[in-house]
């Protein structure tokens, strides 16, 4: 069956270092691949997507990159600041039941400390 | 345009009532998907419309979940006879095509008491 797999325990890193959280799949050919930012009751937010055929994107302190031998992609943050302490989300788009849409993983709740 | 509305932000309902959530999309969004989401979890894909027609239903949906979206505008999803089971947040997202990503509205948190 498909899986994503995000590290479900909380990341703690200290304020100025890179975070780096990671999201694993299975059993999936994406097109693409979406990161996703949620504070607590809220809606998530996009972020960044890369497709298949990407190897790195980056936009500002973001950085993504997407491995589809090691079906694998790993989503950093440089140079950490406490307001990016949140819960990030990793999310397949992919075709199932022959309609695209978007399957999300767990999550990864991120703690910048000051 | 100010993003994905949903409404109301939070509801508590007694066990076996019929509760409505409301979203309005991107105007010129013509995707629209409802997601469920609980604590500690993702959100978990719920149904998908193009336009007015609604493409796609998880079959974890059960037959007390119904969504509509007339005209292709805004959204409804209601849920009869409510569970304490359905506690959860009601995500609505739109986009125009997935490339961009999905716009998220802030959710309903739906509570059975």
Same mark, same amino acid.
């Given at each position: 069956s498909q899986k994503i797999e995000q590290n479900s325990e909380a990341l703690n890193i200290q304020e100025g270092k890179t975070a780096t959280l990671t999201c694993n799949y299975t059993n999936y050919s994406p097109a693409y691949l979406q990161w996703y930012r949620q504070d607590p009751g809220r809606g998530p937010v996009f972020l960044l997507l890369i497709r298949e055929n990407e190897k790195e994107k980056r936009k500002e302190r973001l950085k993504v990159t997407f491995d589809t031998t090691l079906k694998q992609s790993l989503f950093h943050i440089t140079a +950490?600041?406490?307001?990016? +302490?949140a819960t990030y989300l990793c999310a397949l788009d992919g075709y199932s039941g022959g309609y695209q849409k978007v399957t999300f993983g767990t999550g990864t709740k991120l703690q910048v400390i000051p | 345009d100010t993003g994905v509305s949903q409404n109301p932000r939070h509801k508590i309902t007694k066990r076996g009532q019929n509760v409505t959530f409301r979203c309005d999309p991107i105007?010129?969004?013509?995707r629209l998907y409802w997601y469920r989401q609980t604590l500690g979890q993702g959100p978990e894909f719920l149904t998908y419309f193009q336009n007015e027609a609604q493409l796609e239903k998880s079959?974890?949906?059960?037959?007390?979940f119904s969504a509509e979206r007339p005209k292709g505008s805004f959204s409804t999803l209601e849920i009869q006879?409510?569970?304490?089971?359905?506690?959860a947040m009601y995500l609505c997202a739109s986009s125009l095509e997935t490339q961009y990503g999905y716009t998220f509205g802030s959710g309903t948190r739906l509570t059975v008491v």
């Open positions: +950490s600041q406490p307001a990016d +302490s | 105007s010129e969004h013509n079959r974890l949906l059960s037959d007390r006879r409510t569970e304490q089971g359905d506690s």
